[in-house]
């Protein structure tokens, strides 16, 4: 959620508590009871969007991170175990293709890291009986595939979580949108507390003024009264 948005929804909640603390003012005229309930329903709902969109992403980050380290980590035992390898068996094509380090891998896009695993394992498999002496076996390269296909499980669900994300965000927008005409419509029944409830009335609409809290906001202002 953005900045101006929470500002916005601590300002709908401060409405609402306005309003919730003087219905013996505001009772003999129900639409403005009905009109608060909208912006009470539409604050929550918000606010529901925002904490799932929140959600949809927490954990997903943090446990691919870890499971590309972690892949990473074992490309660079095999790759290092066929760079030994070649170097000792004058292999000087083989060398210089897996004369590689880290920083190439932390660098590649997610797809190009599991499509280099998958091509190097093809080629590695050729000569692994080879390598067992380098501390490479069949086993660290079913190991290296196991981890592989996990990582790709999990930008899957980032991709996915992703989605969701875009989707509650439409979805924030739009509830935000609705609440808006809520208060407007709110705004316009409070002008019937001017004479009755002057008090009340400036109390509402000095709460209807979003805070600045320090970060660029978009600004909401009540409706005017009419001129005379």
């Known amino acids: ?112 890291l599991g499509a280099y695993v998958h091509g190097m394992k093809k080629e590695v498999q050729e000569f692994v009986d080879q390598l067992v002496s380098y501390g490479v076996k069949q086993d660290t390269l079913d190991a290296l595939d196991a981890q592989t296909s996990a990582y790709e499980k999990l930008i899957g669900g980032q991709q996915a979580a992703t989605g969701l994300r875009s989707g509650m965000r439409t979805s924030l927008t739009s509830q935000i949108a609705v609440l808006r005409e809520s208060l407007e419509s709110l705004d316009g029944l409070m002008l019937q507390m001017q004479e009755p409830e002057p008090d009340f009335y400036n109390t509402y609409i000095a709460t209807r003024v979003i805070k600045d809290l320090g970060t660029r906001h978009l600004p909401e202002e009540p409706t005017p009264p009419p001129t005379a």
């Open 1 to 112: 959620m953005e900045k101006h948005e929470e500002n916005f929804l601590t300002m709908c909640d401060g409405v609402v508590e306005l309003m919730d603390n003087n219905t013996d003012k505001t009772g003999s005229i129900p639409a403005i009871g009905e009109t608060v309930e909208e912006v009470r329903t539409g604050a929550v709902q918000a606010k529901a969007s925002d904490a799932t969109m929140d959600s949809a992403t927490d954990g997903v980050a943090s446990g691919k991170q870890a499971a590309e380290n972690e892949l990473i980590k074992r490309i660079l035992i095999v790759t290092g175990a066929v760079f030994s390898y070649a170097r000792k068996n004058n292999k000087e094509e083989l060398k210089v293709k897996y004369d590689v380090s880290e920083t190439k891998f932390v660098r590649m896009r997610d797809t190009e």
